[in-house]
């Protein structure tokens, strides 16, 4: 746990402040802002850790949690544990957050078992427009914002080459 009292890049603050990832393997990817935060490109890596800088990067510091993913780490599974954790903390209040999570987790869970339908892309890219603009609270309007990152910067993971950064 770091506490970190003047501005830090993302970069400075994993290989400075924490030694950097284990066993000097790559980072693949790191999750900002815990499990409704933005997943960050390995060449984004220079972004400021202030709330401007963050926000200026279209991330946000969220609970403050940084997560390091190196490339071993099997990204269908932690993309498939965070639409798990989102189904089951939603409360079932709204059902775009209702209904939305349960989609989303089962969309994951067949990229996960490499089951994926044409079109998953587009249903997930869907389900998370509609959570984020229709959910009541922050859970739903946060819940897929995560994967919505990851479809952006590590296609490959959801069988694809490449999707547009815009």
């Not at 990817?29 to 490109?41: D, P, Q, Y």
């Not at 403050?64 to 071993?72: C, E, I, T």
């Amino acid at each position: 746990i770091y506490e970190i009292s003047e501005p830090i890049t993302l970069e400075n603050l994993i290989c400075q402040k924490a030694g950097g990832v284990r066993d000097g393997k790559e980072i693949r990817t790191v999750l900002l802002g815990g499990a409704a935060g933005k997943f960050v490109a390995p060449d984004q890596l220079d972004v400021l850790l202030t709330n401007q800088g963050v926000r200026e990067a279209g991330l946000s510091l969220g609970s403050g949690a940084v997560v390091v993913f190196d490339q071993d780490v099997d990204m269908k599974f932690v993309l498939h544990g965070l639409g798990h954790f989102f189904a089951h903390e939603s409360c079932g209040k709204c059902y775009p957050c209702q209904l939305g999570t349960q989609r989303q987790e089962e969309i994951l869970d067949r990229n996960l078992r490499g089951q994926s339908l044409p079109g998953d892309i587009e249903r997930l890219e869907d389900i998370i427009a509609t959570m984020t603009d229709a959910s009541l609270c922050g859970l739903g309007q946060t819940a897929g914002s995560a994967v919505l990152s990851a479809i952006k910067i590590c296609p490959e993971y959801f069988g694809i080459e490449e999707v547009s950064r815009d």
